[in-house]
């Protein structure tokens, strides 16, 4: 069943495709990919064969682990190069605003 996703992220939608010519393709979430969407997965790996430009390099992001450090340079990163990639491999944006409440 489709995870329920923030209305405001759909003009930053691109078809799987668009994952093939990427320059930078960052994971953010806890989830690996396989298992929550083998298809993206799958893209992933035709990225990393089709390297027209070189080879895409890939970043995983640990949510629980990440720094204000990691999360600046990262940002740097994805502002310089010209085809990023960002894809939400976790639980869905409602999930994560409900666990923030107290008492949870």
């Known amino acids: 069943m489709p995870e329920d996703v923030e209305p405001a992220l759909d003009a930053f ?60 340079e990262l940002g740097d990163r994805i502002r310089s190069t010209e085809r990023t990639i960002l894809i939400w491999s976790g639980p869905g944006w409602k999930r994560r605003r409900d666990d923030r409440r107290p008492g949870r």
């Open 13 to 72: 939608r691109l078809p799987l495709s668009a994952i093939r010519d990427a320059e930078l393709i960052v994971v953010l979430g806890d989830d690996p990919v396989v298992e929550r969407a083998p298809i993206v997965d799958l893209w992933i790996k035709a990225a990393r064969r089709a390297g027209r430009r070189g080879r895409p390099e890939q970043i995983r992001l640990s949510l629980a682990a990440a720094s204000p450090a990691s999360g600046t």
